[in-house]
């Protein structure tokens, strides 16, 4: 073969990412339209649903929006204030974008495709941009946390106090919640034995069992980890417009805060997958898709289209979420995520150890199916108790009551004594 | 009234109880309501195509009309107390001695700002002959200034275009009403 042209896994490569990146990109613009739609009819709106075909009287319920908006946000004013840091303000959207998109090297958007000849292609090609990438996980973890400098490097290079805010809030935020995250991502890799993400969603498959349902409280923990880690309502501090304007990308307009927003959406779109994937059995259902190699198209295409709704009802239910609750205040988010969320996530991965390490015992004392439902029982348990714990003690309750100057007026009050207010904990100031 | 008045009741607030803790059955109904909302009847309207439903067209306050007396001229008699009771000041009549035997003054001119108009329907109610009228017509554009501020003809217009659908709302005065 001529050694100017790129090689055959080369060619394959580069066809997975301009399938993925478009569709993803296309994805984004659609989804936004999905999420003002949810907005509208959660408000007893109608939404957006006029702009159809361009240049037509088409309307397609609203469909050609997305084009529309991009559109419009693209032809308008690119502004630089003359007060940032010029290299640190352009680079950060385009850290966080880059680094939103790349994560998906390692994430399987289907299971594979059966071989094709024709084309040369031999063996099950997965629909992975990296197959092989034994460090998935890793990978995946490791440009979510770049993406992180992105919304840093923007809140900070725009020199103004809203986005320092943001980005200050946004840090602290991501910090903290990467720790649930990673003990809530550890119990899937320590039941699966696994980095790579295409095993895990094989192991949940093989099994029948999703790791939902066997670790169902390292699934809370990650799931709320993740929307804090997307910065989704309930968890969006970094930008709360009541309070920082628009957070840490209060300075940027144009083209320049379409990628961080469609970065922001890609964030909720990788968690989407991380959840499917690691815990909602990927392209696994009962009775529809098993385990077991890929031979006919129509597998694949049954699999890639059950992975497609699970994701896509992840994010209808990260959507619905953002219109039922109120933003958490910070200190309720910090002990949420230090007093609740980490004590969880250790005991979750403590319980999917010993059940991992004793399963031989468990089958050996209860037999092959008893020990299947202990295993399974076991961490429900753990959950139940876990949770309740966590209510009675409410290590993330604060004490809300006011801190009052005055109380009821009595005789001790009018001789100007120093008194407990009756009913309330706390001691009368005199003033 | 003080902070340490004895009128004063002070409520604390009720601690949150154990179902309340645990967030769950929270959750659920926030979930439920909001999912509810999803898929209830809109309230909004397709504009142009749909219309939205004024409550009451009698005591909407829209744009305004003159009316006509029954052999179709203008009811009005110049008496200046709807421009005098204006608060936006956004009427301006010219008075002329009267052709008809039945009145002393008509006017010559009669203009209605409507980019000053509050629609604050003092007007109407000074109205003595019940000649000036806020309509049910709620979408007033124009393309320019001078095109918003409405004269004696066009506020004429404006009663012949709404009179079927809007009858004159006192019956003593010549309404139908």
Redesign the interface.
């Known amino acids: 073969m001529n050694a100017l042209l790129p090689s055959l896994p080369t060619i394959v490569a580069l066809v997975k990412i301009g399938l993925l990146v478009g569709g993803l990109m296309t994805a984004a613009a659609y989804l936004v339209l999905v999420e003002r739609w949810m907005a509208a009819w959660v408000q007893d709106r109608k939404g957006p649903n006029r702009v159809g075909i361009p240049l037509t009287k088409i309307r397609l319920f609203g469909l050609g929006q997305p084009l529309a908006d991009g559109l419009k946000i693209i032809l308008k004013e690119d502004f630089t204030p003359r007060h940032v840091d010029k290299v640190l303000y352009t680079a950060a959207p385009v850290v966080i974008l880059a680094a939103s998109l790349a994560i998906f090297a390692a994430i399987p958007f289907g299971s594979s495709l059966p071989a094709i000849p024709a084309l040369g292609l031999t063996g099950e090609e997965p629909l992975l941009v990296a197959p092989g990438l034994d460090v998935g996980v890793l990978w995946v973890f490791a440009l979510s946390s770049i993406a992180v400098y992105g919304v840093l490097l923007g809140g900070w290079a725009s020199n103004n106090k809203y986005g320092f805010l943001g980005g200050l809030r946004s840090s602290a935020q991501l910090v903290a919640y990467e720790i649930p995250l990673g003990l809530g991502l550890l119990g899937v890799v320590l039941a699966a034995g696994s980095l790579k993400l295409d095993t895990i969603m094989d192991a949940q498959a093989s099994t029948g069992v999703w790791y939902a349902f066997a670790q169902p409280l390292g699934f809370l923990v990650f799931l709320v980890a993740s929307f804090a880690e997307a910065a989704r309502l309930p968890f969006d501090l970094p930008e709360a417009e009541q309070e920082l304007v628009g957070g840490y990308h209060t300075e940027y307009s144009g083209i320049k805060l379409l990628l961080f927003l469609v970065a922001e959406f890609l964030h909720m779109v990788t968690a989407a997958f991380l959840i499917v994937i690691m815990f909602l059995g990927g392209w696994h259902l009962w009775g529809v898709t098993g385990a077991g190699p890929v031979e006919t198209w129509l597998v694949a295409f049954i699999r890639f289209a059950v992975l497609s709704a699970k994701i896509l009802g992840v994010i209808l239910f990260f959507m619905l979420v953002r219109w039922s609750w109120p933003r958490f205040r910070f200190d309720q988010l910090m002990n949420l995520a230090w007093k609740v969320m980490l004590p969880l996530g250790i005991a979750n991965l403590v319980t999917v150890a010993a059940v991992e390490e004793f399963r031989p015992q468990l089958v050996a004392a209860l037999g092959e199916g008893w020990a299947k439902t202990a295993a399974i029982a076991i961490p429900w348990g753990v959950f139940f108790v876990g949770w309740i714990a966590a209510g009675i003690f409410t290590p993330s309750g604060t004490d809300n009551t006011p801190i009052r100057t005055h109380g009821p007026l009595d005789a001790e009050h009018a001789l100007g004594a120093k008194h407990a207010l009756g009913g309330s904990k706390r001691e009368l100031v005199e003033v | 009234m ?5 009128a ?1 009741t ?1 409520l ?2 009720r601690p ?1 109880g ?1 179902t309340e ?4 059955p929270l ?1 659920v109904q ?2 439920t ?3 509810r ?8 309207v ?1 504009y142009p195509e749909q219309r939205p439903k004024v409550g009451n067209p009698l005591i909407y306050r829209g744009v305004h009309r003159l009316n006509r007396d029954p052999e179709g001229r203008v009811k009005c008699v110049a008496c200046f107390l709807c421009a005098t009771a204006c608060p936006a000041h956004c009427i301006d009549i010219v008075a002329t001695e009267s052709p008809w035997p039945d009145r002393e003054k008509y006017p010559e001119s009669f203009q209605i700002d409507e980019l000053r108009c509050i629609f604050c329907g003092m007007c109407e109610e000074a109205c003595p002959v019940d000649a000036i009228e806020l309509t049910s017509l709620l979408d007033l554009t124009g393309k320019s200034r001078e095109e918003m501020i409405f004269d004696k003809e066009k506020l004429l217009s404006v009663y012949d275009m709404t009179k079927d659908a809007e009858p004159m709302k006192s019956a003593a005065m010549g309404g139908t009403l």
Not at chain 2, 2 to 6: F, I, L
């Open positions: 003080k902070p340490n008045d004895p004063i002070w604390e607030e949150l154990l803790r645990l967030y769950l959750f926030g979930l309501t909001t999912a909302h999803l898929v209830s009847p809109k309230v909004t397709s």
